[in-house]
């Protein structure tokens, strides 16, 4: 098993293990019926099968809660002598699921909540999205 958070690992793991039990079923209908062709093409219907989960899992299966999205954020950097701005993506969790073009709730690194509108489910990389709203945290309440 790989341990790790990326989903290209994760859609990975899952078509090769569904590659070599296809496989293992191929070659035990070799065993049984002794045909060739039966076997040769159910080896490629395995191969077929496999490469057809991992390229549709993501859409298939769409966000779940807990899953990771990349949120752009603009971020601005101040120095006496000047003022720079850029967009930094940063990790967000979500907190319900959703598919494309839905807006979620998740939570930022920091704490606080935001929707997000998912734009699209990143085949290499994390599910993107567009932050539409935050809240703003509230610090500390002080008693008069």
Known sequence: MISS????????????FLFI????FSLSLYAIAADELLMWRSIA???G????V???YPVIRGIKVGDIIMVPIWKEIETPFMEESYVDSIPAMAMEPGRRNHVIEVQ???GTRGLVRILHYGFIS???GRLIEVEKPLREIQVI
């Open 126 to 128: 994390f599910p993107e």
């Open 21 to 24: 039990l296809l496989l293992i």
């Open 5 to 16: 958070n990326n989903p290209v690992f994760k859609r990975l793991e899952l078509s090769l």
């Open 108 to 110: 930022l690194g920091d």
């Open 54 to 56: 991992f390229l549709f």
């Open 49 to 52: 099968v496999s490469l057809s």
């Open 45 to 47: 219907i395995s191969l």
